[in-house]
């Protein structure tokens, strides 16, 4: 899935790189949207692990983000994802949820 990085009203200069913290809610984000939750359930972020970020990205980079549901034990998910920019391997992250 397609996600385009930007920023509101220029709230980062658009020539220096993202936190790598954004880019982890970017990560934590496409599980939303590759494995939406029923209408009914309320969605906690619960952990972020093996955050990585393998190259600076910034606003305009388009991810191509891999969403992997790893497991789940009772209303813990767990997913790996994996973002390319270019082709090339950008970011990892381990994401649980709750819901």
Not at 83 to 99: D, F, H, Q, S
Request: aromatic fraction near 4%; glycine fraction near 10%.
């Amino acid at each position: 899935m397609p996600i385009l990085l930007v920023t509101a009203n220029g709230a980062l200069h658009p020539a220096l790189p993202w936190p790598p913290t954004l880019v982890a809610e970017a990560l934590a984000q496409s599980v939303i949207l590759a494995d939406p939750p029923p209408s009914t359930a309320c969605l906690r972020l619960v952990a972020l692990d093996g955050v990585e970020v393998f190259r600076e990205l910034g606003a305009g980079d388009r991810l191509e983000v891999e969403v992997v549901r790893d497991g789940s034990f009772g209303g813990l998910h767990r997913y790996t994802c994996r973002a390319r920019c270019g082709g090339a391997l950008a970011a990892v992250a381990r994401i649980t949820v709750k819901g």
